[in-house]
């Protein structure tokens, strides 16, 4: 299983909501990864997890939140967002010290 | 910080070879090359990695010179479904050193193969 699974692949919310990316994998990776990519952009990087501790805060707004419940699962938490945070969400995973990223498809997001 | 410039875009015909140079002058002595590849709407896939001369694998090569400060991507034969961003990224690979120079995409090189 070479797959890094997100979901949902589209989310719609207002500016009041709460919601949640997931990302998992089976890999047996120790480092996963956040990313935000908006249109005709590269993407940026937000978090990162090794051993399931946060380790790269890219100085990211506090309305997004992430959690690491166990070493297949990466959550990103969203509260009070803005319309400049629609965007397509990455997750990515790798092993500790490895060059190489699996990336999943994504997770398009749109704030109203 | 090791800041990669790339062009912007480039055209190459289908069976043509293609290399995209990427600058990175103020690489480290522990650093990579890694090179991606994304389509619309996906997520970027790796193509390879180097650290110096050259590394092939069953899609690409790389070209490392001597003094590491540029690298090629080499595309040998290439078809319509390269069309595609491809971006250049340098760092130490290194998550505990709190960097993420590795982990930080450039601008990014639009690759268009025309039939």
């Known amino acids: 299983d070479t797959e890094v699974t997100q979901t949902p692949k589209h989310l719609v919310m207002g500016m009041t909501n709460k919601k949640s990316l997931k990302c998992e994998q089976h890999?047996?990776?120790?480092?996963m990864y956040w990313y935000k990519q908006k249109a005709k952009k590269p993407p940026e990087l937000m978090f990162v997890?090794?051993?399931?501790?946060?380790?790269i805060n890219e100085s990211v707004p506090s309305r997004f939140s992430p959690e690491c419940p166990n070493s297949s699962l990466l959550n990103l938490h969203l509260h009070a967002l803005q319309p400049e945070d629609s965007a397509l969400y990455l997750c990515?995973?790798?092993?500790?010290?490895?060059?190489?990223?699996?990336f999943g498809e994504g997770s398009r997001l749109t704030v109203l | 910080l090791a800041k990669t410039t790339q062009p912007i875009s480039m055209d190459s015909y289908e069976g043509q070879e293609v290399n995209i140079t990427c600058s990175h002058n103020?690489?480290?002595?522990?650093?990579?090359i890694t090179w991606y590849q994304q389509f619309p709407s996906q997520g970027p896939r790796f193509i390879i990695q180097?650290?110096?001369t050259k590394v092939t694998n069953e899609v690409a090569s790389l070209f490392i010179p001597a003094d590491r400060k540029s690298s090629t991507l080499s595309l040998p034969r290439v078809s319509l479904s390269d069309t595609a961003v491809y971006y250049c990224?340098?760092?130490?690979?290194?998550?505990?050193?709190?960097?993420?120079?590795?982990?930080?995409f450039g601008s990014g090189t639009q690759l268009t193969v025309l039939p």
């Open positions: 990224l340098v760092g130490d690979n290194l998550i505990s050193s709190g960097s993420a120079r590795q982990l930080t």
């Open positions: 997890y090794s051993y399931e501790k946060l380790s």
């Open positions: 103020n690489i480290a002595t522990n650093d990579y």
């Open positions: 890999m047996g990776h120790r480092a």
């Open positions: 180097g650290y110096k």
């Open positions: 990515a995973s790798s092993h500790v010290g490895a060059g190489e990223l699996f």
